[in-house]
């Protein structure tokens, strides 16, 4: 029996912040963002919507696409560096919320990589039966670490969250194989004291070394090759970085999600919001074989390799 995604939500905030609009606070341009970056605009949370907030909307959805009650699920991960305070846990705030009685519940950290270790960490108590369902959500309220003076991080994130009922598949279907990773050699590369401080060259060095070799380890474990992917969800940091994994790959555009444009770099949302988004969209298909990868502070690297559906 083997472990899948059998529901999913977003939440994003209303309020949209484009580069024109960071233009005017702070010396950049819409120019060297989107060429750099890729971003457009990104979503900003308002003052009062805080981190578990939005993984509650969006854990409500997902739980509705599965087709399940919060009564079934047995334990909520939520990947935050975020969290509305150390604890109680994001995790514990929603499942009194979404009155999942009977679920065990902690928060995950691993940065950009978070959702990944936590559909990892899923996989594990589905697989041996100890539990049938669980909530995994990737949830940021970056805003509210971002320094507003630094033009380096600043134009870079926003805020989102994604969730994930993680529960048993039929035959043939789910996770078939990952990869998890960490440097801790690297975590003064990208931190936060009371805001966000990254080396965005070193960050970007690794993250294009890492993206395509997990890439490339998960479909070994499967026993697949490149020509078997037919979609790829790359954490969505850097236009220039994602593209570096899907020619890795040697995909074509079309068979790689671009979100990063609409919504900056989400962290441990980025991946799920657009899993969600290409669902929506249509271009992703039961039994299809998508790859996700992500990496992050810590430093931190998750891939899966799944086949699609129930
Ligand atoms: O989820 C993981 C989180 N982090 C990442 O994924 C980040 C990975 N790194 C990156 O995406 C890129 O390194 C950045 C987008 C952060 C920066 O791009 P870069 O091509 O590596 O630029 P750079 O840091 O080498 O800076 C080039 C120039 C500098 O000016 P000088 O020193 O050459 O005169 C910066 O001061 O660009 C300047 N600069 C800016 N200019 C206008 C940096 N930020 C900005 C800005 N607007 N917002």
């Not at 236009?239 to 020619?247: D, K, P, T, V, W």
Request: some cysteine; proline content about 3%.
């Amino acid at each position: 029996m083997r472990a899948g995604i059998v529901g999913m939500g977003r939440y994003l905030p209303e309020k949209i912040v484009t580069n024109q609009d960071l233009e005017k606070i702070m010396d950049t341009t819409d120019e060297w963002i989107r060429t750099r970056t890729g971003i457009e605009e990104r979503r900003i949370a308002a003052d009062d919507v805080n981190t578990s907030d939005m993984a509650f909307a969006a854990a409500q959805k997902a739980i509705q696409d599965a087709g399940i009650t919060a009564e079934e699920i047995d334990l909520i991960l939520v990947a935050t560096v975020t969290p509305d305070s150390p604890f109680p846990s994001v995790a514990c705030r929603i499942q009194e919320r979404l009155g999942a009685k009977k679920a065990a519940a902690m928060d995950v950290s691993a940065a950009c990589a978070g959702f990944m270790y936590g559909i990892i960490t899923a996989k594990q108590f589905i697989e041996s039966e100890d539990y049938k369902y669980v909530l995994v959500v990737g949830v940021e309220k970056l805003s509210k670490i971002t320094d507003w003076n630094d033009r380096n991080t600043a134009v870079l994130f926003g805020d989102a969250a994604g969730a994930a009922i993680i529960g048993p598949v039929s035959e043939n279907r789910g996770i078939l194989s990952f990869e998890l990773g960490a440097d801790g050699t690297g975590a003064k590369h990208l931190y936060q004291d009371e805001y966000i401080i990254m080396n965005g060259r070193e960050v970007f060095k690794f993250a294009v070394r890492q993206m395509g070799e997990s890439c490339v380890h998960v479909l070994e474990k499967a026993g697949l090759t490149k020509e078997d992917v037919d979609f790829l969800i790359p954490h969505q940091a850097n236009i220039r970085i994602m593209e570096a994994s899907r020619q890795r790959l040697e995909l074509p555009e079309e068979k790689m999600s671009k979100t990063v444009n609409k919504y900056g770099n989400t962290s441990s949302a980025s991946i799920p919001i657009s899993l969600v988004e290409e669902l929506e969209a249509g271009k992703i298909k039961d039994d299809d074989l998508i790859v996700m990868v992500g990496f992050g502070g810590g430093l931190t690297w998750g891939a899966i390799a799944m086949r699609w559906g129930k």
